[in-house]
């Protein structure tokens, strides 16, 4: 009994776990908020404006960022809103409803795009602003340099398995 209780004394529970559950508990409701108000059609279109908006973020000079910590990540969600607003089928990629897997890519789908969307706004925050959010470990999980690549990257893999029309 005495080697199981020092057992479960050996986990390092960080102090901020109830922040971080409470971050993964919204982060997978806003998921599937997402991929229900949205449907299949516009969440790979989502996706994409992701990226549009980024690379417009990008090449704005950085004069018009000294402004506020919080304009880079503003102007990234404006151009975001912008962009899904305006778009009518700029891509024509789908997620399709055939088969019996449809809940399951556009689930997918929807943590994908939550996940790259919440990675961005946190790489535009200074390090400081970001912490003061969430917890050390819930950063490294969205904005850490390797985090960034792999939500940016994953969801492109993603869509060349997951597009029914390519079949």
């Known amino acids: 009994m005495t080697s199981f209780l020092n057992f479960l004394t050996s986990f390092d529970v960080p102090k901020n776990i109830a922040g971080d559950m409470s971050l993964f508990f919204l982060f997978i409701g806003i998921s599937l908020i997402l991929g229900f108000v949205f449907g299949r059609f516009k969440m790979i279109n989502i996706l994409i404006n992701v990226y549009i908006a980024l690379a417009f973020v990008g090449v704005i000079p950085s004069s018009v960022f000294t402004t ?5 990540a503003g102007i990234f969600i404006l151009l975001l809103v912008f962009l899904t607003a305006v778009d009518k089928r700029l891509f024509d990629l789908h997620v399709s409803n055939v088969g019996t897997d449809f809940f399951w890519r556009l689930f997918v789908m929807s943590i994908l795009v939550t996940g ?20 050390l470990s819930a950063y490294g999980y969205f904005a850490s340099p390797i985090a960034l690549i792999f939500w940016m990257v994953v969801p492109l893999l993603t869509l060349l398995f997951i597009n029914n029309r390519l079949k």
């Open 68 to 72: 506020s910590p919080y304009t880079k």
């Open 116 to 135: 790259i969307i919440i990675s961005v706004i946190l790489s535009f925050l200074t390090y400081k602003i970001a912490l003061s959010f969430i917890s």
